[in-house]
């Protein structure tokens, strides 16, 4: 695995704004590898994956989990890019796992928004030194980008909700507060997002406010997301299917146990086989 040093800048924005982005970061050469990966996985798709738009969009919004260890392309990225040494210094940990990878296409014409949401209260895991990477292999203008709300990653923790139908399906209703309307007065809020070229990445925070526009008639915008564990990560049961789903993972790793699992490999530093 490649190594690359960040400005101390970037890293004292990452942890005071829970999202930065990285221009350039990754080669012609890997973001084609990825793009071999992708159309792979939109050929070969798992039993994870899903519609994520209603079937009366005129485009089409498809995700999939967890696919590393079947595709090629991804281990490659995942395992010989500098990803792993970005991330160990964005958390301040001095080693990296891999918590799963995440395929996110929408095809042109897609009207469906992804909501505004955290990631961690989905997940199996808590704790404060994490982060996930979300690349583009298309060019992604501004309307159709991730966008973040700036410090939100310090809490609190906000009502998971499906995207299709806003139902709470995690965790009980009224246990959590609910996310504010926060397209009813933007302007109220420090909202960051960038346009992106392939080879750009954003990092972000797995508590960190973020959602999404959907993309225009002459747009495809297939992206690709890496989430990361640090070393104060924890496992976490859930009584309640999380997303992604790591079946028998409770039988095999207590609660409060670190992520040391071969479904969340080490990549940072990377270990000798």
Not at 197 to 202: E, F, H, K, S
């Amino acid at each position: 695995m490649r190594t690359f040093e960040l400005p101390p800048a970037t890293v004292e924005a990452f942890q005071r704004d829970g999202a930065i982005c990285i221009r350039q970061l990754f080669s012609a050469d890997e973001v084609g590898l990825l793009e071999l990966g992708i159309e792979h996985n939109l050929a070969h798709p798992s039993e994870r994956a899903k519609v994520a738009s209603q079937p009366d969009d005129p485009g089409w919004f498809f995700e999939d989990f967890c696919n590393w260890q079947e595709n090629s392309a991804y281990r490659r990225f995942i395992f010989e890019s500098r990803v792993g040494h970005v991330a160990a210094q964005l958390m301040g940990s001095e080693h990296v796992r891999l918590y799963h990878d995440h395929l996110l296409v929408k095809e042109p014409n897609t009207r469906q928004r992804t909501p505004w949401h955290q990631d961690q209260p989905y997940y199996n895991v808590e704790g404060q030194q994490n982060c996930s990477m979300w690349m583009p292999v298309d060019p992604v203008a501004r309307e159709s980008t991730l966008e973040f709300i700036a410090g939100s990653h310090q809490g609190p923790w906000l009502m998971p909700r499906t995207f299709m139908d806003n139902q709470a399906k995690w965790f009980p209703e009224g246990s959590l507060a609910d996310l504010p309307d926060i397209e009813a007065d933007r302007a109220a809020w420090s909202i960051l997002g960038w346009d992106l070229q392939p080879g750009d990445a954003v990092f972000f925070h797995m508590l960190t406010l973020h959602a999404a526009g959907g993309v225009g008639g002459d747009r495809r915008r297939r992206a690709f997301s890496l989430r990361f564990l640090g070393e104060d990560m924890r496992h976490t049961p859930r009584p309640w299917r999380t997303s992604p789903e790591f079946p028998g993972l409770s039988e095999q790793l207590p609660a409060g146990a670190p992520l040391q699992h071969e479904l969340f490999p080490q990549i940072w530093p990377r270990q000798q086989a």
